[in-house]
């Protein structure tokens, strides 16, 4: 029984760095996370080095999709530097 329950218990993700711009990023990625949400998906914000880059995981429906890379740079990436001056670069890691 312990296995099963913890295949399903919710993983939370490991943050690898925690910068100056990390609380906003992680204010703004409410905001974001709606349109992964929307498609069956969820956004795990790993990280926000000193100089502005995010890193970001997929999961759900966006984990694997063909045009996963088009919605980190046109969808989140373009987003966050809106929403958060200071963001240069989204980059997205796989499990």
């Known amino acids: 029984m312990a296995i099963i329950r913890n295949f399903f218990k919710k993983k939370e993700p490991v943050v690898y760095e925690m910068g100056p711009l990390f609380p906003a990023v992680k ?5 974001v996370q709606a349109y992964a949400r929307s498609h069956g998906g969820h956004i795990d914000l790993l ?3 000193e100089g502005g880059e995010v890193t970001i995981r997929l999961r759900g429906t966006c984990k694997g999709c063909p045009l996963s890379t088009l919605t980190v740079k046109l969808g989140i990436e373009e987003k966050l530097r809106i929403l958060v001056p200071g963001i240069n670069k989204v980059t997205q890691i796989a499990d």
């Open 27 to 31: 204010d703004a990625m409410v905001e």
């Open 47 to 49: 990280g926000v080095s």
